[in-house]
């Protein structure tokens, strides 16, 4: 049904606008929507919607936040699938996430479903880019856009990127590892302001962490390590940061039925790193960086 619809001859000044826009960048008051059985509400503008009654048959709406647009919205759709560099282009649409101020001190940001922007261009402490929705834009919406820069440097764009490849990605895992490498690492960032300093000083070291399921399945583990990956060689901080977390999360994990073997270290920047034995682990996402 999309193959058919597709417009052979794009408005030039779509492809234009297009050319100005990467994954990651930032546009203003994105509409938002979505489909929702108005009989089953679970959040609150469908309940809202739902307590003004309706008929019957239209149990079932497609609902469209006027009132509540965020006020910006993050391109999420990989850059080389945003303009195409092809003579007859083939995806219509943009996905986008909503963008809105949050409070530093909100737990939300220790969530993996939301992502913390730096756009050098607005106001506010903290901006945070919201995963759980993404609306499909068609892209002829950029056109007059602007785009907005989330991040100061490369960098911020690069860690998206690899964030949300690991989000769609992601494989299907028990949540005792949840409990095990989220939860533990959350509450050790939270138990003091020297914690959390001690964090910040560790996560800028650490290229990707990666899981190794040593016994049993993704699903029914029995044994598993978890393998800190690292810019270069290994600092001491770090270290002694993992080897905390590993004396709290055993614990945890043995409270699961999960068998929590030492951490391992490897190094992204050693030529002799055997290659396959690396992509056989399971990336997951990096709680200090939350």
């Excluded at 939300?108 to 903290?126: K, N, Q, S, T």
Aim: with cysteine; aromatic share 8%; hydrophobic share 40%.
């Amino acid at each position: 049904m999309i193959q058919a619809g597709l417009v052979e001859d794009w408005p030039p000044e779509v492809r234009q606008a297009l050319a100005s826009f990467k994954q990651g960048h930032l546009i203003a008051r994105p509409p938002i929507f979505y489909a929702a059985d108005l009989r089953r509400p679970v959040w609150s503008p469908t309940a809202a919607l739902a307590e003004e009654g309706f008929a019957a048959g239209e149990e079932r709406e497609l609902i469209h936040l006027e009132q509540d647009w965020p006020p910006y919205g993050l391109i999420a759709t990989q850059t080389c699938d945003i303009a195409e560099e092809r003579p007859n282009p083939v995806q219509p649409w943009v996905q986008v996430c909503p963008v809105e101020r949050c409070d530093p001190a909100s737990p939300l940001l220790e969530r993996d479903f939301v992502v913390r922007l730096d756009p050098p261009e607005l106001d506010g402490e903290a901006w945070v880019a919201d995963l759980r929705i993404e609306v499909p834009l068609e892209k002829s919406m950029l056109v007059g856009e602007t785009p907005i820069e989330a991040f100061p440097n490369e960098a911020g764009y690069e860690e998206l990127g690899s964030l949300l490849a690991q989000r769609r990605g992601r494989p299907a895992l028990h949540s005792v590892f949840h409990e095990v490498i989220n939860v533990t690492t959350r509450a050790m960032k939270q138990e003091s302001q020297a914690m959390k300093k001690k964090a910040r000083g560790v996560r800028d070291g650490i290229y990707r962490l990666k899981l190794d399921i040593a016994d049993g399945t993704r699903l029914e583990p029995v044994a598993a390590k978890l393998y800190v990956v690292t810019r270069g060689e290994s600092s001491q901080e770090a270290r002694e940061w993992f080897a905390d977390w590993w004396d709290r999360a055993r614990e945890v994990a043995l409270e699961g039925g999960l068998e929590l073997l030492p951490t391992g270290w490897l190094n992204a920047e050693d030529l002799n790193m055997d290659l396959e034995r690396y992509e056989e682990l399971l990336d997951v996402r990096n709680p200090l960086h939350s």
